[in-house]
């Protein structure tokens, strides 16, 4: 009885700790909030009051007007530029992190049930008496054990995780 709750429990956590983890990450930094190097917000603000400046100059022509405009608002483009490039590297870096720590939470609690089945292989998670009859499918669930209307670890753990991903997925759309 104790292979079965814990091999059921070990199934549920398996299904949902990766889903968990990713969402954890993402509220944790939704609370960090959003960080803009200081250094390219600054370089923003010196192209924004160049400009500015250029706007409000008194000058000896029109086109050195135009071409004092034309530079400033490029300096302008290229801060707002590479403040967006350096947004999307991080959000970039964010979403590989994310990506990570779902598939490592994910292997790691799968091999710890695989390590589980392994070494419960040959012992029954539950049987059954004769009143009770599993005729076509006797052999393939007692399979390693070899007891007679028994259910094998590894049968268990298939059909639980085969149950609560279905049930996840179900509930999860």
Request: hydrophobic share 45%; charged share 20%.
């Amino acid at each position: 009885m104790q292979l079965f709750i814990l091999i059921a429990l070990m199934c549920l956590i398996n299904t949902l700790l990766p889903d968990f983890i990713r969402n954890y990450v993402k509220l944790s930094r939704f609370w960090k909030g959003t960080t803009t190097n200081a250094l390219l917000q600054a370089e923003l603000d010196a192209a924004r009051e160049e400009l500015n400046n250029v706007h409000s100059a008194q000058h000896a022509g029109e086109y050195a007007r135009k071409i004092k405009t034309m530079r400033a608002e490029r300096k302008v483009t290229d801060a707002e530029i590479k403040i967006r490039s350096t947004q999307q590297m991080e959000v970039l870096k964010q979403s590989t992190i994310d990506t990570a720590a779902y598939y490592v939470s994910k292997v790691l609690f799968s091999l710890v049930v695989v390590i589980v089945c392994a070494r419960h292989r040959q012992t029954p998670v539950m049987i059954f008496d004769d009143s009770f009859s599993l005729a076509p499918l006797t052999g393939l669930l007692s399979f390693p054990t070899g007891v007679y209307n028994a259910i094998s670890v590894p049968a268990w753990a298939f059909s639980c995780n085969f149950t609560f991903r279905l049930l996840y997925g179900l509930v999860k759309k």
